[in-house]
Nanobody, 127 residues
Framework: VQLVESGGGSVQAGGSLRLSCAASGNTYTSSCMGWFRQAPGKEREGIAAIFGAEGITRLAAGVQGRFTISQNNAENKVYLRMNSLNSEDTAMYYC??????????????????????WGQGTQVTVS
């Protein structure tokens, strides 16, 4: 399983970015896919998850109303749309996947240990 993130960059406060996660094979449709972020000196935190097979999405309280997670079947990608960005959103953002075929409900979707597969990360800087 390979996950490759893209779409990070530098943006001014109040701006928007859309992160993409390209997943190998059919992983993204048959597994819970999550987005995490890690700011310098802080723990990696789960911020969003999606399980397309059941139409389930999850968002952490701190990003609700600003971030949206979605997937594109044709492109085999999972997206994280981020609006109204502020300096506290500055972090490395990671895409992650559950074991193949597992629903988000089977594990703690915000827990790092729930995800055996990880991308290399993409940096988001908000100034």
């Amino acid at each position: 399983v390979q996950l490759v993130e893209s779409g990070g960059g530098s943006v001014q406060a109040g701006g928007s970015l859309r992160l993409s996660c390209a997943a190998s094979g059919n992983t993204y449709t048959s597994s819970c896919m999550g987005w995490f972020r890690q700011a310098p000196g802080k723990e990696r935190e789960g911020i969003a998850a999606i399980f397309g097979a059941e139409g389930i999405t999850r968002l952490a309280a701190g990003v609700q109303g600003r971030f949206t997670i979605s997937q594109n079947n044709a492109e085999n990608k999972v997206y994280l749309r981020m609006n109204s960005l502020n300096s506290e959103d500055t972090a490395m953002y990671y895409c992650a996947a559950y074991p193949i075929g597992m629903s988000c409900a089977k594990r703690v979707w915000t827990g790092r240990d729930s995800y055996p597969y990880w991308g290399q990360g993409t940096q988001v800087t908000v100034s």
